[in-house]
């Protein structure tokens, strides 16, 4: 870390310690060549992944939503649920990478494009929601209409 007061990029760290909340790691330091003191914070680089809204609201991009309404779309269906989970892992890594976040119909296109080249039935299962998608909390309300189980199966276990 370059010293503020004469440049040097040489130092030693003479402290280190944890914020109280263990977010933050404050680094007491001492430059080698003039012997001013500074402090530095590290802290996690973290963004949230986020998904924009038709009506342009963001929210937090949800894996366990998107993941429900693969799941229901894919009930049944010759899909291994570790494919969904890529698929799920590969949706959140596109809309990390976009710094505007992902928009629903780009996630819900990206599922789409992905159940277009394993099965059919799934596709279309997907596709006959896909219209109405303007928030993800579509996936999951649309993957009750999938369920063709008992009315009190509103479980979501299905291990
Ligand atoms: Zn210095």
């Not at 909340?21 to 973290?46: K, S």
């Not at 949230?48 to 894919?74: C, L, N, Q, W, Y």
């Not at 997907?126 to 579509?138: L, N, T």
Request: net charge negative; glycine share 6%.
């Amino acid at each position: 870390m370059r010293c503020p007061v004469c440049a040097a990029i040489d130092d030693k760290v003479v402290d280190s310690r944890l914020s109280d909340d263990g977010r933050v790691t404050r680094r007491r330091r001492q430059c080698l060549a003039c012997a001013h003191r500074f402090t530095t914070f590290e802290r996690l680089d973290t963004q949230p992944v986020v998904v924009v809204k038709r009506s342009g609201e963001i929210v937090p991009f949800d894996t366990v939503k998107v993941a429900a309404g693969i799941h229901a779309a894919t009930k049944g269906r010759p899909i291994d649920d570790a494919d969904i989970d890529h698929l799920v892992e590969t949706l959140e890594e596109q809309a990390r990478s976009c710094p505007t976040g992902i928009t629903t119909e780009q996630l819900g296109l990206g599922v789409l494009e992905w159940l277009a080249e394993r099965d059919p039935v799934a596709y279309l299962r997907f596709a006959s929601v896909y219209k109405g998608f303007d928030d993800p909390d579509d996936f999951q309300r649309e993957a009750r209409l999938f369920k063709t189980g008992s009315p009190s199966d509103h479980s979501d276990a299905e291990t």
